[in-house]
């Protein structure tokens, strides 16, 4: 049995934020050239994707491929339950859900995984990324959870470049005139023993990541975001904070739109234009809707 399960979320498109196809594109980039890890079998999990057309092309990548996958489901039950637009952006997204549902995936009692991590569809591990979160996870056995930084690529070709460890800090564009330099927004690894999962909650682009990270007391740029919220959230931290390490690191590949890539405020108009959209697309083709 794998010692590490690492799944991938696949969510839907979200144009302009995303391109029009950029789900399917990642999926056969990771496919083809992704390398094989040992003692690490690879998931993906489709959420909440309203394109059936699309669902099946996906299912029949990583089928050919040999991996594993799981859905979860859009469903005229839960569409009818949300009584307004941000109710539907919540359900289509269903960001924190879907993460959940990957930590699950991997550590039940049918399985002898030690780590999962629930990552973005977007995240590429290299070969030496990969080495230096292996090498240094198993130098640290029994830690609950592992915090991997996420280099931000222009372009997928800098995924094939044989390149030195990268220098993971990245600078937000927070407004016109307030720049934030830190450390990228990582991915995470969940252990046998993590006493925390993802606030369900919060929705997409609403520090649906940096609420578990500040009750990690994981350092980071995000704590110049949301002080309310990081109030709260420090109110309940979990037994292991400070305890998570930071070992590797994975590569975010290129969205679609270069310029929301690199401008936080660029990004949430892009996002927020996005879900709109989605919500409205969806209303109007589904027929229960």
Not at 191 to 206: I, Q, S, V
């Amino acid at each position: 049995m794998a010692r590490y399960l690492l799944t991938r979320i696949v969510g839907n498109d979200l144009p302009p934020r995303t391109g029009m196809r950029q789900t399917v594109r990642h999926l056969e980039f990771i496919l083809e050239h992704e390398p094989a890890f040992p003692d690490c079998d690879k998931m993906w999990l489709f959420n909440r994707i309203v394109d059936p057309v699309k669902v099946r092309r996906l299912k029949k990548l990583v089928e050919e491929a040999g991996h594993k996958w799981g859905a979860v489901p859009v469903t005229e039950s839960g569409w009818r339950q949300c009584r307004n637009d941000w109710q539907r952006q919540r359900y289509l997204t269903n960001i924190n859900g879907a993460r959940n549902a990957a930590i699950a995936l991997g550590l039940n009692a049918d399985t002898e995984y030690e780590y999962v991590t629930p990552c973005d569809g977007t995240c590429f591990f290299t070969q030496d990324g990969w080495d230096a979160f292996d090498a240094n996870a198993r130098l640290n056995p029994g830690c609950p959870f592992f915090v991997v930084p996420t280099w931000r690529l222009h372009t997928y070709e800098e995924a094939l470049q044989e390149h030195p460890m990268p220098v993971l800090r990245a600078m937000y564009h927070l407004s016109e005139n307030r720049y934030v330099v830190g450390p990228v927004e990582p991915q995470l690894w969940f252990g046998r023993d993590a006493d925390l999962r993802f606030n369900e909650a919060l929705t997409y682009g609403k520090a649906d990541k940096c609420e578990l990270l500040w009750r990690l007391d994981v350092p980071g740029v995000w704590d110049h975001w949301e002080p309310q919220l990081q109030q709260r959230a420090r109110q309940n931290m979990s037994k292991h904070a400070g305890r998570a390490r930071t070992v590797g690191y994975c590569c975010r590949l290129p969205s679609g739109n270069a310029e929301a890539d690199h401008h936080n405020l660029k990004r949430g108009e892009a996002r927020a234009e996005g879900l709109k959209k989605l919500v409205a697309d969806t209303a109007r083709d589904w027929r229960w809707s």
